[in-house]
């Protein structure tokens, strides 16, 4: 399900599965001022970059009351020619809206559903993911609400789940809660895995059925992200490399080209691809490029 309705899974190409366009924490500190992506023009042309590079599609992971702008994202992807796929559900506490704590199950449960089935913000977009976020090291109980809410809309809808691991923790407690709530691990992506730093952890979690997500590529240049590197081919050689997705959840001006940052949205597709083909091979590199988003974005069981 993209900005423009449902399309063949054969179509989105090369994916990155947890970016964001434009976003904005609503909360004034200042420590949040470079999380803000407001310039349409900025975020068009990083977007370009990625289209040039090879990209095919972006799946924004920016939730409800985070700064979401499905009009620009739809703008965004037809000038650019990128497909993109929007995001329901929530973040992590920090980032919850007031007004979580005030409705209850039903009427969170009833505004999820709203906009999986009539679109997100009037705008008639619907989303092909389902956002949720824990915090460092803990679940706080307005989270585990939020667990429940996700895996709930996921059954009643077949949209996947996303989530978001501060810092990579609580991953396994997030999907042993899933699984108890009758979610398939398959329909499950667990993102920034790869900050906890742990080639077996990254294991533990596709052990278990999960897709996990590389995305804090790029922020060791010098070191031509080694650390990473060496993740994924430990996951290669256990035997896990069609559970492994890579992106850069770029959410931040000093990340992006077009904002005078860097490494940008083409740095997976040119300099990261190329550290990476010395180990593994061109196939396997598709695999987590393009093949496992498809499955995980179309659903994992061919009856949806
Ligand atoms: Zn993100």
Redesign the pocket.
């Given at each position: 399900m993209t900005v423009d309705g449902l399309v063949e899974g054969s179509t989105l190409g090369i994916t990155y599965v947890?970016e964001?366009l434009m976003v904005k924490p609503q909360s004034d500190e200042p420590r949040f001022a470079d999380y803000t992506l407001q310039d349409e023009e900025a975020s068009t042309r990083e977007t370009d970059s990625f289209r040039a590079a090879g990209g095919g599609t972006i799946v924004e992971?920016t939730p409800l009351y985070y700064g979401r702008n499905i009009e620009a994202y739809r703008r965004i992807a037809h000038r650019t020619g990128v497909t993109v796929i929007c995001c329901t559900g929530f973040h992590k506490q920090e980032f919850l809206p007031p007004w979580f704590k005030e409705k209850n199950d039903t009427e969170l449960y009833e505004l999820l559903l709203d906009e999986i089935t009539n679109g997100m913000d009037g705008t008639g977009v619907r989303p092909g993911v389902i956002k949720l976020g824990t915090s460092l090291n803990e679940i706080t109980p307005d989270e585990e609400r939020s667990i429940r809410l996700a895996a709930r809309a996921h059954q009643e809808t077949g949209i996947p789940i996303s989530s978001?691991c501060d810092k990579g923790t609580m991953g396994m407690e997030q999907l042993k809660r899933l699984e108890n709530l009758g979610v398939d691990p398959a329909d499950v992506l667990l993102c920034h895995i790869d900050s906890k730093l742990d080639s077996a952890y990254a294991i533990e979690l596709c052990r278990e059925g999960a897709s996990i997500c590389i995305d804090h590529v790029g922020r060791e240049l010098a070191d031509h992200d080694k650390t990473r590197v060496k993740m994924i081919l430990a996951l290669l050689e256990a035997g896990y490399i069609d559970h492994v997705t890579l992106s850069g959840?770029m959410?931040k001006v000093n990340y992006l080209k077009a904002y005078g940052g860097k490494p940008g949205f083409s740095y997976i597709l040119t300099d990261l691809k190329q550290e990476l083909l010395r180990s593994i091979t061109q196939k396997e590199f598709f695999q987590i490029m393009v093949e496992n988003p498809r499955r995980i974005f179309t659903g994992h069981s061919e009856a949806r």
């Open positions: 947890h964001h992971m978001h959840d959410g």
